[in-house]
């Protein structure tokens, strides 16, 4: 019966295809015909009668994976109100899951949900050929001679957007890191100088759009929400971008933007204006709470190990003296060698994206366990990251993990995997780690980075994205 009520008129071929050219209409009939798997067979802890596990799974994500993992071992439920996804934790799970080898899982029907409304058509949500179509266009603006120039749009920016944090107390350093990258994110995204009223209306407008994407009730009928307010400053930047692209089309600009208004694909025909905003708004997106989130990672990290801080700061120094004024390119990267271990660190104990949906169009079998179609599965870059199999001291931070003597995260293809795996793998990883190489670089060039008195530990939240809950209160002083 239940198989029935399942199957409306769809085979798992037919779905693959409708999501392979992107045929909304087909995927929105499928989306409509569907109803919750049931999962009575799978393990998993029910948790409070009405809300199961959701009040342990908002208080301390990781913790309620580590005991239901103890339980359970890597396959469990995680019921919910609405929804009830399965967890599948562990490197064979993200192997199994990111390779996705017989077209089991699609992105669309896990992402949507959250992207919709506010990033239509992005990269995410998009499947098999189309998704791959797509990347493969917009891959070109990820490519070195395209960093160069972001590069270059980067380094006055970050050089003057870290002077005056050590404004003689104890700052919210989040608030400070989102604010400089998105005067970073207006230029290096946009194009958009970030003097003049224009360039504020389109900034503000993005952080209204990025914290409406957090908006868990996402009703627009309530005006005051984030959700309404950021639907609203949706079409101001949708304007913004339309009205700009005949001229951008033109440009030599080295912003994505400009550079996304140059793409052609191996027929030579452009992007349509409204492809390129769909994929610009999305990435502005992508970029933004990820490295806001990567970065105060880092420096909580550094206040906590000063020592450390100044072994960095020393390799800085090598590349540049304290005088030099001349600004990082893109050689110089390669050699911020033990900065580059501190990112890879700072990842693994607080991933951005701590767990990572996908959903099942086939019923499969994994691990012994039979998950039936329409299920959404969730694996886990936070749980993988700590398991002592793989990691030493997996609580402690050791950037040498990651040096070449001790190579830790070589075990296992998929034990790392803060960008994702597979097809999906974040298209910005690389810009990521140069930008966070780059604002570390002018950052401890100027200052030693402390603890407020009061800090202990990194005190974060993991839903929706990894934040610590402070604010992170830092001090800093000029060297
Ligand atoms: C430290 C910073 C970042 C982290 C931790 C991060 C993490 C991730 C992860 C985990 C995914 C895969 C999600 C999934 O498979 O469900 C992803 C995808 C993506 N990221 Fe990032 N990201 C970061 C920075 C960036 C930046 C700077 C950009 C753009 C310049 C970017 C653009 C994207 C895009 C477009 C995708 C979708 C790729 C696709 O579906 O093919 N990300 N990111």
């Not at 709470?289 to 100044?310: P, R, V």
């Not at 271990?341 to 990842?347: H, I, N, R």
Request: aromatic share 12%.
């Amino acid at each position: 019966m239940r198989t029935l009520i399942n199957r409306p008129s769809f085979t798992p071929n037919e779905i693959v295809n409708a999501l392979s050219s992107y045929d909304k209409p087909t995927i929105r009939r499928y989306q409509r015909s569907v109803k919750q798997p049931r999962l009575n067979h799978l393990p998993g802890s029910r948790g409070m009668p009405v809300i199961g596990n959701i009040y342990w799974i908002l208080k301390d994500m990781h913790r309620w994976m580590n005991q239901e993992y103890e339980r359970y071992g890597p396959v469990f439920t995680a019921r919910m109100p609405v929804l009830s996804p399965v967890m599948m934790l562990g490197p064979d799970a993200n192997r199994f899951v990111f390779q996705n080898e017989d077209k089991i899982f699609s992105n669309y029907f896990a992402w949507n949900a959250t992207l919709s409304g506010l990033f239509d058509n992005n990269l995410l949500e998009r499947d098999f050929r189309d998704h791959k179509t797509q990347r493969k266009i917009l891959q070109q603006s990820f490519k070195r001679q395209s960093i160069e120039g972001h590069m270059d749009i980067m380094n006055p920016l970050l050089d003057k957007g870290v002077e005056g944090w050590d404004n003689g107390g104890s700052i919210r350093a989040m608030d400070y890191i989102k604010e400089l990258l998105l005067s970073t994110g207006a230029n290096v995204f946009l194009g958009v100088d970030m003097e003049g009223s224009e360039a504020n209306r389109i900034s503000q407008a993005f952080s209204q759009v990025v914290a409406a994407a957090g908006d868990p009730i996402k009703r627009k009928e309530i005006w005051f929400s984030p959700y309404a307010k950021g639907m609203r400053a949706n079409d101001t930047l949708s304007d913004f971008i339309l009205k700009e692209i005949p001229s951008r089309r033109h440009s030599q600009g080295k912003d994505f933007f400009s550079e996304f208004c140059r793409l052609r694909d191996e027929n030579n025909q452009l992007f349509s204006d409204e492809v390129i905003r769909d994929h610009i708004m999305f990435l502005l997106f992508a970029a933004h709470d990820t490295t806001t989130s990567a970065l105060s990672a880092i420096l909580f990290a550094l206040a906590s190990d000063l020592k450390w801080q100044e072994e960095l700061r020393q390799e800085m120094f090598a590349l540049r003296d304290s005088k030099s004024n001349e600004e990082l390119v893109f050689d110089d990267i390669d050699k911020l060698v033990k900065t580059g271990w501190t990112f890879k660190e700072a990842l693994r104990m607080h991933p951005a994206l701590a767990v990572m949906p996908r959903y099942a169009l086939k019923d499969f079998e994994f691990n012994g366990h039979v998950i039936p179609k329409n299920t959404i599965v969730v694996v886990s870059s936070l749980f993988t990251h700590h398991m002592s199999e793989y990691w030493s001291n997996p609580y402690l931070f050791d950037p040498l993990r990651f040096s070449p003597d001790r190579a830790e995260d070589k075990k296992d293809f998929f034990q790392y995997v803060p960008f994702g795996g597979g097809a999906h793998k974040c298209i910005g990883m690389h810009f990521a780690e140069i930008q966070g190489k780059m604002f570390l670089y002018y950052l401890l060039r100027k200052y030693t980075v402390t603890k407020s008195p009061k800090m202990i530990s990194y005190r974060y939240n993991n839903i929706p994205m990894t934040f610590p809950v402070d604010g992170l209160p830092l001090t800093f002083y000029r060297l």
